[in-house]
């Protein structure tokens, strides 16, 4: 079946540093989401890429999905306290449900 | 806060027992789908509805069952519980039944199996 993988799993940096969580995926993709769970929350979305290559920025994050629809990053620029969660890719095949990947945990040291 | 309630918060109970999960989506939205969120463990996808009727399966256990009222609002049912169940319970509704669906979550009901 269709699986979703994402690494790190953890994650570790200090205030001010770069971070990036890779997702893929082993059959392509129509789209795929990122969410974000802080610490005793609930997943919360934040983008989705549907075409080849696109690339997308919310303020520090930049989503990119990759050309064959097979992967997908997201890098936060300069990472802050808020930042801290877990970040989860979820794709799907065409057709079917969204798969999650397993997350990355972020922790911010200030 | 997301528009999707769940009830209850917390459950605590013992093994054998059966409890219920409770959702209601946001307004206007026909899809409910619960997830199960274990320690260390990503969301593993349960069941979809859509409507009132199911949708799609994905790895829930014959223990487990679930339902979609007219009212849209939905229950997971769990039965004959083990320890291994407990977990974090989340529902999540979207508009339409559609892949491009973004999902709301709801803040989700922690079960202890004692």
């Known amino acids: 079946g269709q699986q979703v993988m994402q690494i790190p799993q953890y994650q570790h940096v200090q205030e001010g540093e770069d971070f990036t969580t890779y997702c893929n995926s082993s059959t392509t993709l129509s789209n795929i989401q990122w969410y974000k769970q802080r610490p005793g929350g609930h997943p919360v979305f934040l983008i989705q890429?549907?075409?080849?290559?696109e690339v997308k920025k919310q303020k520090r994050l930049t989503f990119q999905f990759g050309e064959a629809k097979k992967n997908s990053s997201l890098h936060i620029t300069a990472t802050q306290t808020t930042d801290v969660g877990t970040y989860f890719c979820a794709g799907n095949q065409y057709g079917n449900k969204l798969v999650f990947g397993a997350g990355t945990i972020l922790r911010v040291k200030s | 806060d997301s528009g999707v309630t769940q009830t209850p918060k917390h459950l605590i109970t013992a093994t054998g027992q059966r409890v219920t999960l409770r959702c209601s989506p946001r307004s206007g939205d026909l899809s409910v789908y619960w997830y199960q969120q274990s320690l260390d463990q990503g969301l593993q996808f349960l069941i979809q509805?859509?409507?009132?009727?199911?949708?799609a399966k994905g790895n829930i256990l014959e223990r487990f069952s679930a339902q979609q009222f007219p009212d849209l609002h939905s229950e997971l049912n769990l039965s004959s519980l083990e320890l291994g169940d407990s977990a974090l319970y989340f529902c999540a509704s979207s508009v339409e039944d559609s892949s491009n669906e973004k999902l709301f979550f709801g803040s989700g009901t922690q079960l202890s199996v004692l």
């Open positions: 509805y859509y409507n009132g009727e199911e949708r």
């Open positions: 890429l549907v075409k080849s290559g």
